[in-house]
């Protein structure tokens, strides 16, 4: 079996696709007061920056005077970016305010300007959309119960997977697997069937909810006489937004927790790993623990995901095998092709 390179028209259609919804872009907390940040986002290089009255700006990371990095300039006094090699400055639309070289009063020429995309910060993340015409295909996806009086959030360290951020999301939709790859956390070895249920797509295609009941692995729990470990009740409901967001909430014994990521493609094979866990105050769980957690459960994830080929998420129905308990994932990959993702064929005989 050969598998075939994407041809670059498909990387396009891919982009466009992409380009028409709000996707991440930085964690709030890595922008602060006159801070600034690269971020490379649908292939294109961003750079995202906070002024002092604590407005995000996103902008393409290049300065029209001789192509260098704005991120590696510096926020000024006065809220406007400044590119590090001639010191010009761009406000938050984008057009160059000020060109230090040229006498006072001298008109700055209109060209004088870079690409502005429109700026979200919800979730502790900061949201842009590429798209520079049409409607947003759809709303920032909401985390539930994030910025709740009762719960805290901690938003986790973003990590950059060598994978499409389709195939990361599925993976992240895939019940099947828990007692294979993540059998030294909350997997069970002794359940090798998980099914969901009540899997609904919503009418615009937008959307899939589905419930899972597991009898997980409990891996801090204290195992009963006898066995090897303790197991614990599960009701996982799972949640997903196209094209690349999705989260679950865990129910156990009277506990829950919310656990969201964001795959934001940086290419069509290169994806940086948004994400935060949730939890009731009642349970209180550190930061470091969490992300210790998070990373034992994220990292045989990382692995497998790396792994897959062809990279493209076969969006061809026809091109792998799809059981019952794989109609999650089956869904997603509907939703995909109907939201305009491409269907690539790249495998052959
Ligand atoms: S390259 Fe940016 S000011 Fe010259
Ligand atoms: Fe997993």
């Not at 001639?86 to 690409?115: F, M, N």
């Not at 799972?238 to 919310?258: C, L, N, S």
């Not at 290419?267 to 209180?284: I, K, N």
């Amino acid at each position: 079996m050969r598998i075939q390179p994407a041809p670059p028209e498909v990387h396009d259609e891919f982009y466009d696709a992409a380009g028409r919804f709000w996707l991440p872009v930085a964690r709030s907390v890595d922008v602060p007061i006159g801070g600034r940040l690269a971020s490379r986002l649908l292939g294109e290089d961003l750079v995202v920056w906070r002024d002092y009255h604590g407005q995000v700006t996103v902008l393409d990371n290049l300065c029209l005077h001789r192509g260098t990095m704005l991120s590696d300039g510096e926020v000024t006094g006065s809220g406007n970016l400044a590119c590090p090699y001639h010191g010009w400055e761009y406000g938050s639309d984008g057009a160059c305010v000020r060109i230090p070289q040229l006498p006072p009063e001298t008109k700055i020429p209109s060209k004088a300007r870079v690409g502005a995309h429109p700026v979200r910060e919800q979730n502790g993340l900061i949201w842009t959309r590429l798209a520079s015409s049409g409607e947003a295909e759809a709303d920032v996806p909401p985390c539930p119960n994030f910025g709740e009086a009762a719960w805290t959030f901690h938003v986790g360290t973003p990590s950059d997977w060598h994978c499409q951020a389709t195939r990361m999301v599925e993976n992240f939709l895939d019940v099947a697997h828990f007692g294979y790859i993540h059998a030294d956390t909350f997997g069970n070895p002794d359940v090798s069937s998980v099914v969901p249920t009540s899997v609904r797509t919503s009418p615009d295609m937008l959307h899939i909810d589905a419930k899972v009941p597991y009898l997980a692995r409990d891996p801090w729990g204290k195992p009963p006489e006898g066995q090897d470990f303790a197991v614990v009740d599960v009701e996982y409901d799972y949640h997903y937004d196209v094209p690349f967001t999705a989260w679950i909430r865990g129910v156990t014994k009277g506990d829950e927790y919310i656990l969201f990521v964001s795959a934001a493609p940086r290419t069509v094979a290169e994806t940086t790993v948004f994400w935060a866990f949730g939890v009731p105050d009642s349970l209180q769980v550190s930061a470091d623990e969490i992300e210790r957690r998070e990373n034992a459960v994220f990292s045989p994830d990382r692995f497998i995901v790396e792994g897959q080929r062809p990279e493209w998420l076969p969006l061809d129905l026809a091109a792998e095998l799809h059981m019952r308990f794989d109609s999650i994932g089956l869904n997603l990959r509907r939703s995909l092709n109907h939201h305009g993702f491409p269907v690539v064929s790249l495998l052959r005989a």
